[in-house]
């Protein structure tokens, strides 16, 4: 069966956001054998993924229809599967409030590295989704420059604190 078969079949046509959970914990759990869960909290993120232990969270009050829910799934997947994979591990190994501890190196690695992986990970979850549902337009994350440049924010503070040293 193939994805797209897969979805026609247990979740056709999703018309809902539960409908879309629904989905996400399902093909989470079974095909990719990662954790989601669901929290609601008045801050930047629409998602993030808990590289130790495996889980994708996913922010519901930043996600407001079926395309950010799965568009939010499919990214935090594609970074899942950027880890899994030893993809851009300078990146998704440093948390964003160590960036300053970096070695100089690493810090310029990290540097170059970022916004590449999170393109990566925007191409790999929009291709993702778009085998499951070919219908349903994925939102990239780093598209738009204020998200750009939510990225490069934490990057330049560590540059400062660098040169301070
Ligand atoms: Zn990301």
Redesign the pocket.
């Known amino acids: 069966m193939t994805k797209e078969q897969f979805a026609n079949k247990y979740f056709n046509n999703i018309t809902s956001i539960s409908g879309a959970m629904k989905f996400i914990i399902f093909v989470a759990k079974h095909q990719y054998k990662v954790n989601v869960k669901f929290y609601n909290k008045d801050d930047d993120l629409g998602g993030f993924y808990d590289i130790d232990e495996s889980i994708i969270y996913i922010n519901i009050y930043h996600n407001k229809d079926i395309e950010d829910f799965l568009s939010t799934f499919f990214?935090e997947l594609g970074?899942h599967q950027a880890v899994m994979n030893k993809r851009w591990t300078i990146y998704h190994d440093t948390f964003i409030d160590d960036i300053h501890l970096l070695s100089r190196g690493d810090f310029r690695r990290y540097n170059m590295t970022a916004l590449k992986a999170?393109r990566w990970?925007d191409n790999w979850g929009m291709n993702e989704l778009s085998q499951f549902f070919p219908d349903i337009q994925y939102k990239k994350?780093y598209i738009a420059e204020p998200d750009v440049q939510y990225l490069r924010e934490p990057i330049l503070k560590a540059k400062q604190k660098l040169k301070q040293l």
Do not use: S
């Open positions: 990214h970074h999170e990970v994350a």
